[in-house]
């Protein structure tokens, strides 16, 4: 088509005000000349024009200059070739159905990344991280915390004289025997709900509710050692890592770790906590290695989790969810049963003291 030719109805115009079709003529000038009955009606600059969606054998186009709903069609295929060779930037949108697909797998990809990342990244990352960050990092997650742990069981804190330095003195043997170095501060929570915990940092929280189903220190002393076990091994901070995923991260890299949000997630975390099935073993490991060099055996710690399993198998947050089954850690406590050659490692007063340290002030 040369630029004098005028050739009705060669073409279709929606002028955006209407539904209707209005036949036109095109002529290529110093724009894209739309006319109708022999007057220019419309003239769109070729650096206007773009391609709108259609059928593959039509060249549907929109010119960024007119009504947003303004299209003019060109069903002959000479005046589509005259069009395109005329007007470079109907290359833009020319593979829209390509971009479509494009912006599929782009998606898939991306959708992929996340799986991989949570699955694997992530916890690579946290494997990583959790020994080479600082115990002052530590201390600060443990400190943002601490506060919400005590709100979330009533603030309700056991300050029996006595019974708190059977306690300390307590953590402080199976500190020196586990040769963990880092500060520990033991409380006890007057709460029925059978539990102990260890926040990182240090602080070391046991329940009352599991103290008054012990029968004896050993039995307790069993289960305070696999809690200093995940503070050994830094467990807490790996998991707090891991479940908070990038956003934690990315608060990590900001030093922005006890903000309000992290802190609920943090203490959430921390109560529904679901350590790795290697983690919960290597954790018994170290009670029984603590409680072999104090000359006592980990057989109790097996009988009260066991003891507890049975009365309290509806429970939903107990020192066994996630755990290996309790069967298996009893008869892998009992597998390293000893007779007992250390001291006793509290006395019948400090252990009586010890389980009333709730009902005394």
């Known amino acids: 088509m040369d630029s004098d030719a005028v050739q009705p109805g060669n073409a279709v115009y929606f002028d955006g005000r209407s539904n209707r079709k209005r036949g036109v003529a095109l002529r290529l000038a110093a724009g894209l000349d739309i006319i109708e009955n022999g007057a220019v009606v419309e003239v769109w600059p ?24 303004a299209r003019l069609e060109i069903e002959d295929a000479a005046t589509q070739a005259a069009v395109i060779s005329a007007c470079a930037s109907l290359g833009v949108g020319r593979n829209e159905p390509a971009q479509t697909w494009r912006i599929v797998c782009w998606s898939v990809a991306a959708v992929g990344s996340i799986l991989l ?16 960050l600082p115990p002052s990092f530590e201390r600060r997650i443990g400190e943002a915390v ?14 029996g004289a006595e019974g708190q330095a059977a306690f300390t003195a307590l953590v402080d043997k199976l500190k020196q025997a586990g040769g963990i170095d880092v500060p520990l501060e033991a409380q006890v929570i007057s709460t029925p709900v059978p539990n102990a915990l260890a926040l990182p940092g240090g602080k070391v929280y046991l329940m009352d509710g599991l103290l008054q189903k012990a029968r004896n220190p050993d039995e307790i002393a069993g289960v305070l050692a696999h809690e200093l076990g995940h503070v050994h091994h830094r467990d807490n901070l790996r998991l707090i ?98 007779p007992n050659t250390g001291a006793e490692l509290l006395s019948a007063q400090e252990w009586r003291a010890f389980k009333n340290i709730c009902k005394t002030r």
């Open 117 to 132: 990342l949570s699955f694997y990244g992530i916890p690579f990352a946290a494997e990583r991280l959790a020994p080479i």
């Open 46 to 69: 070729y650096a206007d024009l773009r391609r709108a969606d259609g059928p593959p054998a039509l060249l549907r186009l929109r010119c960024v200059a007119a009504l947003p709903l």
């Open 146 to 159: 601490d506060p919400q742990i005590r709100l979330m069981f009533g603030n309700k804190i056991c300050s």
């Open 241 to 338: 890592i891991q479940t908070g995923g990038t956003s934690f991260l990315i608060g990590l890299l900001f030093g922005d770790v006890t903000g309000a949000g992290a802190v609920i997630f943090v203490g959430r975390t921390l109560l529904d906590a679901s350590h790795s099935r290697e983690a919960e073993r290597n954790a018994d490991a170290f009670a029984v290695e603590v409680m072999h060099k104090l000359g006592r055996s980990p057989k109790p710690m097996g009988e009260l989790l066991f003891r507890v399993t049975g009365a309290e198998a509806s429970k939903s947050i107990t020192i066994l969810a996630g755990h290996p089954l309790t069967e298996d850690r009893l008869a892998t406590m009992k597998q390293e049963d000893r």
